[in-house]
């Protein structure tokens, strides 16, 4: 079907409106970044006048006071990552999370004192799981266990069950592998973790926003994500965390004052009293302008819903792919093929990936680059068209055509 009608019927077209996109450009790296819409910068203007109508009486008073504002996000996320309601809380990032729930969860004993993570995992999922495994006197070359890819873009099922020994103590995996956007069965390998006494927990970085999630009924153990992606909530903004209910005794491995009884907080008493759901699991003052924007943000996830997002996505992805296979069928697309093993964005690989993303760049296409050789594109639901979609794709020919990598160099940016 043509892009143009394929727009007309999108049940999503609306909120394209919503953000913010300059004209003729071509965002399609949401995945990394996702755009700002008029909502979240409304938030965010709001909040900045709360504190300078209010001062202190912003912590209990206006539209969104402060001191609840992490819980009242919370219980709004949970549905989209498949949670009860007081089992998710908008809290630090991805790596502080990671450290918080690994502090709290990971009980090493003898001779079950591994932890499983896979050799395409995001560095910084692994730089905090080594360091708990050194906090522990442990010595990660030992006990930092990693499934290995076969093809160094994609994880097998049979290779993850495989490593589910009894000397595991925990499992944190990606649900969405952030290069080559392969999805996990997270009900399938928790279950099978579970049965060997394994904890599971799940970095939803590349899944949140994207797709549906059910991890309350699939007994995963935690998660963690940003919101920065998928989400909108912009740059370095809170993260968010699961914590299955039934480890919600657990006390906090990293204690601090807002992860208190909210009744008992300001009591001010040296012996803490933890929240009895998932907030138990924050440490400090929350970051109310790094928080702000997903007030607004999640009220669009709200309101087109995850499942039409899904399907949207899966859509757009399917055409993109595609498309590129009919156009530029030198670059290999190393995404997985079935619709139930990918997520949000399409992975291409090329050896001259960098200078080709920076020719679509330098064309009003925004990719993202993944070292070594990968060329991610994500058409988001929310706001990429269509049409979007395949003047992209002609673009990216057009710079194949002509060659017209080879006038950048090779030389890679801090970012992208
Ligand atoms: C984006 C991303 C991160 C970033 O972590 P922060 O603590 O938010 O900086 C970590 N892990 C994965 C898998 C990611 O995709």
Redesign the pocket.
């Given at each position: 079907m043509e892009a143009a009608l394929l727009d007309q019927q999108d049940p999503l077209r609306r909120f394209r409106e919503e953000f913010f996109q300059e004209e003729g450009r071509i965002y399609l790296d949401g995945n990394?970044l996702g755009l700002m819409s008029g909502r979240a910068e409304d938030k965010l203007l709001q909040l900045s006048m709360s504190w300078k109508q209010l001062g202190i009486d912003g912590w209990t008073e206006g539209g969104h006071p402060w001191f609840t504002l992490s819980e009242d996000l919370g219980r709004r996320v949970a549905p989209l990552v498949g949670a009860l309601p007081h089992e998710v809380m908008v809290t630090g990032?991805?790596?502080?999370?990671?450290h918080q729930l690994l502090s709290t969860l990971f009980q090493p004993e003898q001779g079950r004192e591994v932890i499983l993570c896979d050799e395409l995992?995001?560095p910084?999922?692994i730089y905090a799981t080594q360091s708990h495994l050194r906090l522990r006197g442990l010595d990660p070359e030992k006990t930092l266990r990693k499934v290995q890819s076969r093809d160094g873009l994609t994880l097998r099922k049979e290779d993850i069950m495989a490593e589910l020994n009894e000397d595991v103590a925990v499992l944190l995996l990606?649900s969405v592998l952030?290069r080559s956007g392969q999805l996990l069965p997270i009900r399938e390998i928790t279950a099978a973790a579970h049965e060997k006494g394994i904890l599971v927990g799940f970095?939803l970085?590349?899944s949140i926003g994207a797709l549906p999630h059910s991890l309350h009924e699939d007994g995963v153990d935690f998660a963690v994500w940003?919101h920065?992606?998928y989400m909108n909530a912009g740059p370095?903004s809170a993260?968010g965390l699961y914590v299955h209910e039934r480890h919600h005794t657990n006390q906090p491995g990293l204690g601090g004052w807002f992860g208190s009884d909210k009744t008992k907080q300001f009591d001010m008493d040296h012996s803490f009293t933890k929240a009895e759901d998932a907030g138990a699991y924050q440490i400090g003052t929350p970051h109310i302008f790094s928080t702000a924007p997903l007030i607004g943000s999640i009220e669009i996830f709200e309101e087109a819903g995850i499942g039409q997002i899904r399907e949207k996505s899966l859509a757009l992805t399917a055409f993109l792919r595609k498309l590129a296979a009919d156009r530029v069928p030198e670059l290999r697309d190393v995404t997985p093929a079935h619709d139930a093993e990918r997520g949000g964005h399409v992975a291409f690989a090329h050896e001259e990936a960098a200078r080709i993303c920076k020719a679509l760049k330098a064309d009003g296409v925004v990719p993202d680059f993944r070292a070594p050789n990968i060329i991610r594109l994500a058409p988001v639901a929310l706001y990429t068209s269509y049409e979007d979609v395949e003047e992209a794709i002609s673009r990216l020919a057009r710079i194949m055509e002509e060659e017209r990598y080879k006038n950048f160099t090779n030389e890679r940016n801090v970012v992208a």
């Open positions: 990394s990032s991805i790596t502080v999370n990671i995992n995001f910084s999922d990606p952030y970095d970085a590349h940003c920065y992606k370095g993260g």
